[in-house]
């Protein structure tokens, strides 16, 4: 018999519900072109999003990639600024002058959003030395993926950061795929824990989607790097289920395939959280969140 | 009179130490010839921190523009302009970031103090000069180091100041003594100096070739020919009112230019000028676009002989027509 959820669990699943769900309904608009400016749907991204989320304090920073949807949702706690944003309007999360590919949130800790592969990785370097030469609290998270981990400023960033002892976190998103190639298809295989150790950087990885195993890792990892004074690098397997921004020629999948009207899970596999979530929690409690989720307008209620 | 590097790094060090809580960073800032000479003696005071990091300038620069996000004031300083070809990414990307939603009183500051490496024979490798060309691309100021008052000012004004900008170094002129050329007028912005005021000509110095300005407008003034000297910074949009003034009084407008670009803000001027005002006599000095590539002494050639011909000649073909 499965063991009753605490409080806080139900919110994170909620949590992850909510992210799926606001992404179906940005898809949906997607597919009838609502939006001028393109955009990335990060659907796979849930629970990593939902854990990194939940494991920020007051104090910390959040540096994104262009596929930031599901972390600026997460944020935000609510469809509505992001979505406004999106139609570049004043009230959008940030007065609609950033787009999608850019969108910082900086009230919600959402320091910067790069659209250039690496192009992050630096900044956030200077993010956490700023930290550190003004004693503030806290750390720097940045989000990061196996293409982008391709340029050279990942390399740097690792070995500035393990210089200066900043405290960040380097948080790879392996979805295997760069615009429509998959690693196979475009480099060798990088170890990134071997790349890591060559410059005393610790290391953990993330599989299988699971976002309580994901909070859980994650609170280790803030712990250490703020104990140790040290970046630390995660690497999480992860599949971004739907085309790399609007039709694209060579996409495997498409969001035309990817319907609401199908329910929240888009895969069974562990490549879907809400797949993950759904094994975990059961049918029930699956449908109960579901039927929550649905009901809502798109704000968050807690 | 004190050599350029040795002034430039006094008024370097002189300005620094009115700034607290810096980040001051580079390669061998601290070590070595202290990057030849721009950063001896700089000081670990007022909450200041001194870094000397490894060899990775995209870093670098992205570094300066998270320091700068999260309000602390920085310098990079850097050893060549080709250096910064790296961080060119940083320059136009993350500053247009910050730029489209950040107000600049809430950044800190980020300055790239970085020598440009024009004193010829460098080979093909190490003799970028055009800072006109990144911050034309970025739309981010550039000031270049002259002479003493201009840099006193520049330094004043803009280092410590929210945002980002270039302040540039010749190397060129290391070792000659600084220029110390009494000043008519200096733009709040640092845009542009004036050096003198002369009804007959006006001429305009665009990167490093103020030098060479002021001596054309020695040679100039030794056959009566009196001179406005100007030095314009690449700040955009530029306001060249005082220089559109003086053109209209004098007619004739003398532009040097000593950068390798073929894309010049001297150029912008130029056509400015001659829409606005007609029949100015325009002389161009830049460096054409026979630019080698190879080893060589690499310096903008100003024939002060054919400019005073060709002024010579304007002057009378008017004082026929009256």
Same mark, same amino acid.
């Given at each position: 018999?499965?063991?009753?959820?605490?409080?806080?669990?139900?919110?994170?699943?909620?949590?992850?519900?909510?992210?799926?769900?606001?992404?179906?309904?940005?898809?949906?608009?997607?597919?009838?072109?609502?939006?001028?400016?393109?955009?990335?749907?990060?659907?796979?991204?849930?629970?990593?999003?939902?854990?990194?989320?939940?494991?920020?304090?007051?104090?910390?920073?959040?540096?994104? #990639?262009?596929?930031?949807?599901?972390?600026?949702?997460?944020?935000?706690? #609510?469809?509505?600024?992001?979505?406004?944003?999106?139609?570049?309007?004043?009230?959008?999360?940030?007065?609609?002058?950033?787009?999608?590919?850019?969108?910082?949130?900086?009230?919600?800790?959402?320091?910067?959003?790069?659209?250039?592969?690496?192009?992050?990785?630096?900044?956030?370097?200077?993010?956490?030395?700023?930290?550190?030469?003004?004693?503030?609290?806290?750390?720097?998270?940045?989000?990061?993926?196996?293409?982008?981990?391709?340029?050279?400023?990942?390399?740097?960033?690792?070995?500035?950061?393990?210089?200066?002892?900043?405290?960040?976190?380097?948080?790879?998103?392996?979805?295997?795929?760069?615009?429509?190639?998959?690693?196979?298809?475009?480099?060798?295989?990088?170890?990134?824990?071997?790349?890591?150790?060559?410059?005393?950087?610790?290391?953990?990885?993330?599989?299988?989607?699971?976002?309580?195993?994901?909070?859980?890792?994650?609170?280790?990892?803030?712990?250490?790097?703020?104990?140790?004074? #040290?970046?630390?690098?995660?690497?999480?397997?992860?599949?971004?289920?739907?085309?790399?921004?609007?039709?694209?020629?060579?996409?495997?999948?498409?969001?035309?395939?990817?319907?609401?009207?199908?329910?929240?899970?888009?895969?069974? #596999?562990?490549?879907?959280?809400?797949?993950?979530?759904?094994?975990?929690?059961?049918?029930?409690?699956?449908?109960?969140?579901?039927?929550?989720?649905?009901?809502?307008?798109?704000?968050?209620?807690? | 009179?004190?050599?350029?590097?040795?002034?430039?790094?006094?008024?370097?060090?002189?300005?620094?130490?009115?700034?607290?809580?810096?980040?001051?960073?580079?390669?061998?800032?601290?070590?070595?010839?202290?990057?030849?000479?721009?950063?001896?003696?700089?000081?670990?005071?007022? !909450?200041?921190?001194?870094?000397?990091?490894?060899? /990775?300038?995209?870093?670098?620069?992205?570094?300066?523009?998270?320091?700068?996000?999260?309000?602390?004031? /920085?310098?990079?300083?850097?050893?060549?302009?080709?250096?910064?070809?790296?961080?060119?990414?940083?320059?136009?990307?993350?500053?247009?970031?910050?730029?489209?939603?950040?107000?600049?009183?809430?950044? !800190?500051?980020?300055?790239?103090?970085?020598?440009?490496?024009?004193? !010829?024979?460098?080979?093909?490798?190490?003799?970028?000069?055009?800072?006109?060309? @990144? /911050?034309?691309?970025?739309?981010?100021?550039?000031?270049?180091?002259?002479?003493?008052?201009?840099?006193?000012?520049?330094?004043?004004?803009?280092?410590?100041?929210?945002?980002?900008?270039?302040?540039?170094?010749?190397?060129?002129?290391?070792?000659?003594?600084?220029?110390?050329?009494?000043?008519?007028?200096?733009?709040?912005?640092?845009?542009?100096?004036?050096?003198?005021?002369?009804?007959?000509?006006?001429?305009?110095?665009?990167?490093?070739?103020?030098?060479?300005?002021?001596?054309?407008?020695?040679?100039?003034?030794?056959?009566?020919?009196?001179?406005?000297?100007?030095?314009?910074?690449?700040?955009?949009?530029?306001?060249?009112?005082?220089?559109?003034?003086?053109?209209?009084?004098?007619?004739?407008?003398?532009?040097?230019?000593?950068?390798?670009?073929?894309?010049?803000?001297?150029?912008?001027?130029?056509?400015?000028?001659?829409?606005?005002?007609?029949?100015?006599?325009?002389?161009?000095?830049?460096?054409?676009?026979?630019?080698?590539?190879?080893?060589?002494?690499?310096?903008?050639?100003?024939?002060?002989?054919?400019? @005073?011909?060709?002024?010579?000649?304007?002057?009378?073909?008017?004082?026929?027509?009256?």
């Amino acid at each position: 018999m499965r063991k009753a959820l605490t409080d806080q669990e139900r919110q994170l699943v909620l949590e992850v519900f909510r992210l799926r769900y606001w992404q179906h309904r940005m898809n949906e608009d997607l597919k009838k072109k609502k939006f001028k400016i393109p955009i990335h749907v990060a659907i796979g991204h849930e629970a990593l999003a939902a854990a990194v989320s939940r494991v920020m304090l007051k104090e910390d920073q959040l540096v994104l #990639t262009h596929r930031n949807m599901a972390y600026n949702l997460a944020r935000a706690g #609510t469809l509505e600024e992001v979505y406004a944003e999106y139609q570049l309007s004043p009230a959008g999360a940030a007065g609609g002058k950033l787009g999608s590919m850019n969108l910082a949130d900086r009230k919600r800790g959402v320091v910067y959003s790069s659209s250039v592969l690496g192009n992050n990785i630096p900044v956030a370097c200077g993010l956490a030395l700023a930290k550190q030469v003004k004693r503030d609290p806290g750390f720097v998270i940045v989000l990061t993926g196996d293409g982008a981990m391709e340029e050279g400023p990942f390399y740097e960033g690792l070995v500035f950061s393990k210089t200066i002892r900043l405290r960040m976190l380097i948080l790879v998103e392996n979805n295997d795929m760069s615009m429509s190639s998959t690693i196979s298809q475009r480099r060798c295989d990088i170890d990134v824990q071997a790349l890591c150790g060559s410059v005393g950087i610790p290391f953990r990885a993330l599989r299988g989607n699971d976002p309580f195993e994901y909070l859980s890792a994650l609170r280790a990892v803030r712990s250490l790097a703020l104990e140790q004074e #040290t970046p630390v690098c995660m690497e999480a397997q992860l599949g971004s289920i739907n085309q790399h921004a609007g039709p694209t020629p060579g996409w495997p999948t498409d969001p035309k395939n990817i319907s609401l009207e199908r329910g929240l899970v888009v895969e069974e #596999t562990d490549r879907d959280p809400l797949f993950v979530l759904k094994q975990r929690i059961g049918e029930e409690l699956f449908e109960e969140f579901s039927n929550q989720v649905l009901s809502e307008s798109g704000s968050m209620v807690s | 009179m004190a050599t350029y590097i040795v002034a430039l790094n006094q008024l370097i060090v002189s300005r620094l130490a009115q700034i607290p809580n810096m980040v001051l960073y580079g390669e061998n800032i601290n070590n070595g010839s202290h990057i030849v000479g721009m950063t001896r003696n700089l000081k670990a005071e007022n !909450g200041t921190r001194i870094i000397n990091v490894g060899n /990775c300038e995209t870093t670098h620069v992205g570094v300066g523009f998270g320091l700068l996000l999260n309000g602390v004031s /920085c310098i990079l300083f850097a050893k060549q302009l080709d250096f910064m070809l790296l961080g060119l990414e940083h320059f136009v990307n993350t500053y247009n970031f910050i730029r489209a939603h950040r107000e600049a009183g809430s950044l !800190g500051s980020f300055t790239i103090c970085v020598i440009v490496c024009d004193q !010829g024979f460098q080979g093909p490798q190490s003799s970028f000069n055009g800072l006109g060309d @990144i /911050c034309s691309l970025a739309r981010v100021p550039g000031y270049t180091a002259t002479n003493l008052k201009e840099a006193e000012q520049i330094l004043r004004t803009q280092m410590g100041k929210p945002g980002f900008r270039f302040f540039a170094l010749s190397q060129r002129l290391f070792q000659t003594e600084i220029l110390d050329l009494e000043l008519v007028h200096a733009a709040e912005d640092s845009s542009l100096f004036q050096y003198s005021e002369g009804s007959d000509a006006s001429i305009v110095c665009f990167n490093f070739s103020l030098p060479a300005g002021h001596l054309l407008r020695a040679k100039l003034e030794e056959r009566g020919i009196e001179c406005s000297l100007f030095s314009a910074h690449q700040v955009f949009p530029p306001n060249w009112e005082r220089i559109k003034s003086s053109v209209l009084k004098t007619r004739r407008l003398v532009v040097l230019d000593d950068s390798k670009s073929a894309n010049l803000l001297a150029h912008t001027l130029l056509s400015e000028v001659v829409r606005e005002i007609p029949s100015v006599q325009t002389i161009v000095l830049t460096r054409g676009s026979d630019v080698e590539f190879g080893v060589c002494p690499d310096q903008l050639q100003v024939d002060a002989d054919s400019v @005073i011909q060709q002024l010579e000649s304007g002057i009378a073909v008017e004082r026929q027509v009256r």
